[in-house]
């Protein structure tokens, strides 16, 4: 043992597996997985020496499979989870054209005088060339993607996930879900040259105050904002006019930064005059029919 036949000098000694016999003084080759005291182990971009060059291999790390799943909730994944998200959403928006975002209450019963709003709305800013992007809820964003369908233009729903959400309505022609409510909101703003507001809850007003404060910080431009619901959104004014106004918490211009409408007609008016600012501001052109002529998405 320890042996081997050598077929021009007869037998001789194995010096790998024998480093103490070693001539040369040298110690037997160690595993390819352990490197030399003094070795180098390149571990992707990284450069190793010494103490540090004892690593696992990346790949081995990859292949093993024996751990616990713990670490798909790790913060690390999550970033990758999240990447995903804006990934999927710039992937499937980026070709939209045109659209106008519509927030309204997922309560709001079918046949109501706040849902038939919804679907007026959602027609009328199809016929005007406008994609319409909702949350893909029931309700009054049930209610604007059926007008976008019946109005002959593009249903877009960005739903989200919810322990009591329903999941997306029947009238979104195309649907992306998300995890996280950042990712979505992104692409409501992003894709949209504007913003129509139906009567809602919390829902609605976080979207609402976001977008205020979004326009108000100048992280978007010329992006108008249009609250359909004369009696229903004139009392939430009210107080923030004779309240935080007169606290000082905000400016009185503030208050600028929405219109108030009850005639959906007119709220897909403004928007799309909005949109034609964004676009062109020096004036927008019209296709002669008095209805801006939209074309491209924002950037």
Known sequence: MGMSTDPQHGP??????????????????????????????????????????????????????????????????????IQSEFVEGFGALADLGPAVSVFGSARTVPGSPYYELGVEVGRRLAEAGLAVITGGGPGSMEAANMGAVQGNGVSVGLGIELPFEQGMNQWVDLGINFRYFFARKTMFVKYAQGFIVLPGGLGTLDELFEAMVLVQTRKVTSFPIVLVGTAFWSPMLEWVRDTLVAEGMVSAEDLDLVQVVDDPARAVELVVEGAARHRNPNGGSTNGTGTAEIKGTRG
Do not use: C, Y
């Open 12 to 81: 001789k000694q194995n010096l790998e597996q024998n480093p103490e016999q070693n001539p040369a003084g040298k110690p037997a080759r160690e595993a390819r997985s352990t490197p030399a005291p003094n070795g180098i182990r390149h571990k992707g971009p990284l450069e190793l020496r010494r103490k540090a060059a004892k690593v696992t291999m990346s790949d081995q790390t990859l292949l093993d499979t024996k751990g616990p799943g713990q670490f798909v909730h790790t913060d690390p994944w999550r970033v990758l989870r």
